[in-house]
């Protein structure tokens, strides 16, 4: 009798669960975006091109089924310069060419736009391994679209500064963020001029610290005569590029050695897990030097990291403070709440109480401590990381500034509020979002 | 009699502007200076090399009228560098050779330093496309120089200051600042680095966009080894540089496609004359490109500047806002004018009522808006034209920041004007320009 | 006997400086680092590569004596990157081989890191001029690591960041900051890029500057084209390298020219020791420019600097102002001293009263300073020293910008107190380091 009763309830909550999730993907399927928000946002025309699967739609200039022969005998004239880099690849010039209708068809009307699983009917070691990034969790260039798309604030941002996001974590969707049209090298893509695009700047950049870096400077000089038809192993640079430490031997898998996040949060370099991965970093820099002296700069990192780290705990332990004493305007709930977001307003503090992009429509200490975080600290970390000692200089020096300007505005906000107090005066609440309210009507 | 009237009043206003216009002629060209201010400013005289026409003096050291071959047989001992290039230049190459004096002249103790005018002797089609620039206003290359001196700042300014100004400006009246000494060649003006050395930093970071953008990273990459020999021409380039698109065809023309004023102002990207310079743009990128592509890019322009600007409305109407209340100071009529600058002072906020450079002895409010406008706006806008997706995320992320702390200051110059009312504290008033009065007597 | 007793404490005297001598060496080598303060910091595992003569230690891996045959054969499998480099080095191609033993020892348990003085033991013309940078003081290569080992601060910060110091500092302990392993190249110390590693970011944005020069933009283009076998003498080169102008026909003395003293502190270009450099500059820019050109150049730079010093000292002055109405918090005394500092706690305000490290555990108000000092200013610097005028630009906004901000929080610094004391509010004082209580611990 009473197992019965348990087996009823199980059953009943298994077709509640079925429900829910028929209920969710129809509605995560429901709007004309993609992902958790795909109702609160349309896809921006451009993103047909940097997310083909979802949006592409082919124009519908030119009428009829061609050949790669007549595909090319037009486009020679239209468009010579994707001919010239076709013919230059290996697609054209392999036993059993690729044409062009191999991968975009041959009707005009019905064109289509290559996906990574379109590269995969040829390429499948390459996307297999992409597909592998996906269990080392996020960052990841496998996950870069779906993490986008999926952050609340997505659809709470104006479409002309999340349009900046998505052209760079297109990377997950279309295999020519790396490998350009129309010749798809692999040389290209060894030279770390092809991860620039998108690793510079904040949050990553790695352009404004390898080049600087011995490495980088190395490369400078002497690039432009390496054979870069050779394969990413030892002996055949003489200084590493991007893809020569972190897609080693030309695996397209980044993640397999990732352990700092970013430089976005703390982490424990030495748990277990971390310890295996700072294994296989020392292993590869062996390839040119000593294990110890790998392991040393390593350690270096860690020392860096470390305070790096004091310096952003004591602005969070500021901030906190300030937010404790109600004191940080607008506080959480005078802001415009993100759709779906959470069922209690939130204010972020660091990585972990929220992200990069979730710092906006808050007041300027947080701003201040957003800089600090973001420029400043991620700069230094690269630079660390990549040996670029001017880099860390600078990083720290700013962290230095700002840790600074922290603690002296969050003193004048106390005095202020006291004098207010004791004055009578209150201050001007603002209370309206500067991008909630406007785009979620616009985007 | 009622007609003769009118006939002698006109007569009488047509002298009378005669007289003016004679007047007025003789002021601009009285001074030691050039330009509308000519009477407050005496060049520096490095300026002689920047500016030729007008302040060019040949050194007397060498006495004598020399021939080509002498000039070369001297030359090559003292600086053979310069003999070499010229060696190497079409000029020595030619069926009719250009030497030395042919430019410079003959007699050492009178030397010429080319201008734009003596090169179009023989390259009359570039110099007319040069000046056919003017008609599209400013910004352009051809109006460069007179803009700069006719700023009524630029007799305020310290030389030290305005000096780097005028090195980049030169390129309206000297051709060596895209073709350097003495090769002059066009493969050189080509090649992106030719602008960057004035087209970097604010007000243009198009060094810090391009390089970074898809195409810059083609270019950093196999730039090299392209035979920069060639017509910039669809199909020569696997990668379009700054000629390729700016001056499409290789011609001296680089403004008619101009369409968004630098990103200093905000424009109607849809005015029936903005329509015609936009087809003229996706006519260009479907060198390459489908049109469709193009245009979807350049409506993801619209989008980031329209957004960027309501950043900047936010700004300046807080600007305005404490302006109407007199809380901002120095206030217009507290500093010094400008010479000739208008009858009535005047605070300047954003382009339409200011200028870059007008920028100074202001209050640090102010400042803070100058440099989200002139540094965070113009990088992202640069980024989002030239298609390098984490300059803009950097752009807009500095502006929001920038937003965020001008909205406080504002509010802490209100709270505290109260307090003070209150506590009858007076602040002090900073009244004394830190720029003028000293350089008006210095310059 | 008055002269007797003259002499008898003289004698005393003279026993109790060589006593204080000796005791002073005993001290300074009485530590695990190197330096006055070796006592208080024991040396970073990485430091060992750095600073090879005081603390590398050999890997103890492999045992075994060995000749070059056998180094070579092993590590050919091991590192063939660093046997590929040296096969093609002048060492491995001279007809008495410089070998692997020939430096690094035999003995695989007692293996050496060459210093400046092995590599001597050839170059002894290289190291002498090296050595001979002493004589015209600080900033220098030869006395960079002393410097950093011996500021007061360097014991005090931690070692993550000092770290980053040490690296670029070792160019005084190390040759292969320039020559990197192992070709050892000439060719490749000629080119910029050797310089940038360490040449870049504050306090020496070279670069940022000479990149984008018009020296630098010629360089860019055409740089991978040249020989850069031959020598660094007129005629060779279509444009300079930092090493064509600093290391004058490569002679490895790089001081005496300098002048300006990095731009961190004002100089009198004109003394008649500074008339001397001046000319050494002007007869070098005469390899290709007028001696009346370059003079002019130069006086643009004099310009450019005193009206930087303008705004640096009336910066300045807005904070001695403050120090001396005891407004700037924490005050020296109320700062951890140094260890060995000086017998009295010091505010630093600019080059004379500290040190770029010296800005920390100080106020938001002299960070700002620091920030002008040693960000804005040396940028603009380091722009009109190489010809860049986009950059001198932007230092000097930046400045202006910045001498804003000190003038207004130094009049809130003044207001808030008079409020505080009008109403009886106490500010929260901060007086413990962020840096030196725990790093004397810990480093």
Redesign the interface.
């Known amino acids: 009798m009473h197992s019965r009763k348990i087996v009823l309830r199980l059953l009943v909550l298994a077709l509640l669960a079925v429900a829910t999730g028929f209920a969710y993907i129809h509605w995560s399927k429901g709007g004309d975006g993609a992902g958790l928000y795909s109702r609160y946002w349309s896809p921006?025309?451009?993103q047909?091109?940097w997310d083909p699967k979802n949006f592409y739609q082919s124009?519908e200039i030119v009428e009829g089924v061609f050949e790669a022969k007549l595909c090319i005998q037009c486009h020679e004239g239209?468009?010579?310069?994707?001919v010239?880099?076709w013919r230059a690849s290996r697609h054209a010039q392999a036993d059993q060419p690729v044409y062009c209708n191999d991968c975009h068809g041959s009707d005009h009307q019905q064109l289509r736009m290559p996906t990574p699983e379109m590269c995969a009917n040829c390429h499948q070691q390459q996307h297999n391994e992409l597909l592998d990034e996906a269990r080392y969790g996020f960052p990841s260039h496998v996950l870069a679209m779906e993490r986008v798309v999926d952050a609340p604030h997505f659809a709470d941002k104006?479409?002309?500064?999340v349009?900046?996001?998505v052209?760079?974590h297109s990377v997950a969707t279309k295999c020519d963020s790396c490998h350009?049209r129309h010749r798809f090298d692999s040389a290209?893509a060894r030279?770390p001029?092809?991860c620039?695009?998108?690793?510079?700047?904040?949050p990553h950049p790695d352009?404004e610290t390898y080049f600087?870096?011995?490495h980088?400077?190395?490369y400078?000089?002497e690039g432009?005569?390496w054979d870069w038809s050779k394969p990413l192993t030892?002996?055949n640079?003489?200084a590493p590029t991007c893809a020569y430490c972190h897609m080693e031997k030309g695996r397209h898998q980044v993640a397999d050695k990732s352990l700092w996040k970013f430089g976005l949060r703390e982490v424990n370099p030495h748990t277990s897990k971390n310890r295996i991965l700072r294994l296989r970093w020392i292993k590869l820099c062996?390839?040119?030097?000593?294990a110890?002296?790998a392991d040393?700069?390593l350690?270096?990192l860690d020392?860096?990291?470390?305070?790096?780290w004091?310096?952003l705990y004591?602005a969070e332990s500021i901030l906190k403070g300030l937010r404790g004493d109600q004191l940080i305007h607008p506080a959480a709930d005078q802001r415009p709440e993100y759709p779906m977001g959470s069922l209690w307003a939130r204010q972020r503090i660091g990585f972990f109480e929220g992200q990069a992009s979730a710092?906006?429509n808050?007041?300027?200490i947080e701003?201040?401590y957003?800089?600090m975080w973001?420029f400043d600290n991620l700069g230094a970390y690269k630079?660390?990381a990549h040996?670029?000692?001017?880099?860390?200089?600078?990083g720290?020096?700013k962290m230095?500034?700002s840790?600074?300007?922290i603690?002296?505005?969050a003193?004048?906000l106390?005095?202020?509020s006291?004098?207010?107090l004791?004055?009578g005066?209150t201050?001007?609440q603002?209370n309206s979002g500067?991008y909630t309210d406007y785009n979620r009507e616009h985007n």
Chains 1, 2, 3 share one sequence.
């Open positions: 921006d025309p451009v047909e091109y124009t239209i468009t010579p310069g994707i010239i880099d104006p479409k002309g500064e349009q900046a996001c052209q760079c350009t290209e030279r001029e092809a620039i695009t998108c690793h510079s700047g904040p352009d600087n870096s011995a980088g400077k190395i400078l000089q432009s005569e030892k002996g640079y003489k062996t390839d040119c030097h000593e110890s002296e040393q700069w350690s270096g020392q860096e990291r470390k305070q790096a004091e310096k004591a710092f906006y808050v007041s300027a701003r201040d957003f800089e973001y630079s660390a040996g670029y000692a001017a880099g860390v200089e600078k720290h020096k230095e500034s840790l600074q300007h603690r002296e505005r003193e004048l106390r005095n202020l006291e004098a207010e004791k004055a005066v201050a001007e603002w500067a």
